[in-house]
């Protein structure tokens, strides 16, 4: 329309000058969402429904684009030019200043090929620093935890304490939590953790804090504290954890099985884990399912004795049975209701291994004192044996500090697990957060693989050319760079909503690229040189591109701001991400991507040249 062109004429021929570009943009977009909805892993059913709302949106905005878009353009643009506000006249002024810049400044970039490669130089230099000196400070995690505002404290006191005494020490553990202003109320379970662990010595307190506006700490910084303020108690362990059920697999982060067949051994192989990994700065409340068991009394046949007697292992079980259980005889009745009649010896009778020993068998060769017939004396029993995959197991399980991250952790309990040399049969393997993150960066390395491929293929088969593809796609690694520092700068860690994100930058970073070389091989075809054709792009297609850009940003920005008071730790990453890989790619794009095309890119002969062959 600023060409003097009719409204009419700037929609159609505005419209068909961006239609491949528009198209490549679109496509290369819902290219990326696809495979998202592919993955296999549990994130990928996670974000299935998300990737399928993109891509239709996408494909609806398209054909939106090519039929309402131009058609109110024709209708609504004003046939002559209007006096227009001064906020408009100001950005106008304001956009067409920094294209007079940008020109300056790409014909310098594209005065010598010498320069073109110095620019090139510069942003793989920028990439490799990155790479080397940024990314090793982010941390990875499966999942940023989500501040719920519940603490879990669970209590054990040693083993034979009875309720009352479990109690006892539960109400000084809460009279020093209740201190803390963070904390709202508590709700105290005495007697077991949960439907496996069973115990008068157990006991569990339900935390639930204030609202996050009214505190100052998150619920895991207010979980480190009250490990501080408990440390003084004695005699019983106390693990207080921050609880967080966001998208995880409800176990600890860190968790792991210990498997192989024999009890003792891997007791044996407990023990040397647990002396080492304890010592693991950043890992807190350390604890295993395998406790010692309580003190019973064992008896151990004398078989021989036994078949002298007459008898079987089966006839001193029930003897023992009736006479320390007892045996249910006969029922009693009265007015309608039955009771049952059972006989047993008296607690006296049978409380100590000596009057164990002098229970009466009777068997047809005579009378026998089950002390002749067994050994008894006093053990220790297993309080839970755990099964997985047909081997006996021991699980381990832990929780992160504040300022650390879960993949930090991992990578230093796997040092542990290298320097231990376990006996055929018996290996460790991880489960839960630990699992699900390296599953989950496998699936997301798949996608990203499969998402740049479609990309190549989509974008030679739109431009009819194999190598200006590559072009394009070297903005991906320059958004790497905003992305890492982004993370950086603001303490995130990358995990699977920072992953989904970088997915994501792969369909938006693109189009940049796309507008560029898409104007600059219509400007070739009508006779420019390859300067010539750039110094006049890139000019021209910056105001769009940055109007997309700032549009993008805008957008992500309350994500990446933390505005809103639920899920902020899951929307706060791909804010981030997102921003920073836009706002850096976008800039180098726009240096790069000209003396990439500058130096790749031959002359064509003219018609002259043509003849003079």
Request: charged residues 20%.
């Amino acid at each position: 329309k600023e060409m003097g062109h009719s409204r009419i004429e700037a929609a159609d021929k505005g419209t068909a000058e961006v239609t491949v570009a528009v198209i490549a943009s679109t496509m290369t977009n819902i290219v990326v969402f696809l495979p998202i909805a592919t993955m296999s892993s549990m994130v990928g059913q996670f974000f299935k429904e998300f990737a399928l709302t993109v891509t239709y949106a996408t494909i609806f905005s398209l054909i939106v684009s090519f039929t309402l878009t131009p058609m109110l353009a024709s209708l609504i643009l004003p046939e002559h030019d209007k006096k227009k506000h001064p906020i408009g006249r100001f950005l106008e002024k304001m956009f067409k200043s920094w294209e007079r810049g940008y020109q300056y400044f790409i014909k310098g970039v594209l005065a010598s090929k010498v320069r073109s490669f110095g620019v090139i130089l510069f942003a793989i230099i920028m990439f490799f620093l990155t790479m080397y000196f940024v990314t090793p400070k982010v941390g990875f995690e499966f999942m940023p935890m989500l501040d719920q505002g519940d603490i879990s404290i669970e209590v054990e006191m040693p083993m034979g304490y009875n309720l009352e005494e479990t109690a006892g020490m539960v109400n000084d553990i809460e009279n020093i939590v209740q201190k803390n202003d963070a904390v709202k109320h508590m709700l105290t379970t005495v007697g077991s953790f949960d439907g496996m662990n069973i115990g008068t010595n157990l006991a569990k307190i339900g935390v639930k804090l204030v609202d996050v506006e009214e505190r100052d700490a998150t619920s895991n910084v207010v979980a480190n504290d009250l490990i501080r303020d408990l440390s003084d108690i004695t005699n019983a362990q106390i693990r207080v954890m921050a609880v967080s059920s966001g998208g995880g697999s409800g176990a600890a982060p860190v968790y792991f099985q210990l498997k192989g067949q024999d009890l003792e051994k891997l007791e044996r192989y407990k023990e040397n884990l647990v002396a080492e990994i304890k010592e693991i700065p950043g890992l807190v409340n350390f604890n295993t399912s395998s406790r010692a068991g309580k003190p019973e009394i064992t008896l151990i046949p004398k078989r021989k004795k036994i078949a002298d007697a007459g008898l079987n292992i089966q006839t001193l079980a029930f003897t023992l049975r009736s006479s320390v259980e007892g045996l249910v005889c006969t029922q009693y009745r009265e007015q309608g209701e039955e009771y049952d009649v059972k006989i047993m010896l008296t607690d006296e009778s049978v409380d100590s291994p000596e009057e164990l020993e002098n229970i009466t068998v009777v068997s047809r060769n005579g009378i026998y004192r089950l002390g002749q017939l067994a050994e008894i004396k006093f053990t220790e029993g297993y309080s839970k044996i755990l099964h997985k995959d047909k081997f006996k197991s021991i699980e381990f399980s832990g929780y992160i500090a504040p300022g650390y991250v879960l993949g930090d952790i991992v990578k230093k309990v796997e040092e542990v697990f290298a320097k231990t040399e376990f006996d055929p049969g018996y290996k460790v393997e991880w489960a839960g957060d630990a699992e699900m993150m390296k599953e989950t960066g496998i699936d997301m390395l798949r996608t990203f693989i499969i998402a740049i491929l479609l990309t190549y293929m989509l974008l030679a088969a739109t431009l009819e050319n194999l190598t200006q593809p590559l072009i394009i796609l070297g903005t991906v690694p320059l958004a790497l760079i905003g992305v890492f520092g982004g993370l950086y700068l603001t303490g995130k860690t990358m995990n699977t909503m920072s992953m989904m994100a970088i997915v994501m930058l792969l369909g938006i970073v693109v189009n940049n690229a796309i507008l560029l070389l898409d104007y600059t091989n219509i400007l070739r075809k009508k006779g420019m040189s390859v300067h010539d054709a750039l110094v006049e792009a890139c000019p021209t297609k910056l105001k769009p591109i940055l109007m997309a850009t700032i549009a993008i940003i805008f957008g992500m920005a309350p994500m990446a701001l933390g505005i809103g008071s639920a899920g902020v730790e899951f929307r706060q990453p791909m804010g981030i991400v997102s921003i920073g890989g836009l706002v850096i790619s976008t800039f180098l794009s726009l240096l790069v991507i000209p003396a990439i095309y500058h130096l790749t890119s031959k002359e064509k002969k003219t018609s002259t040249e043509m003849e003079e062959v």
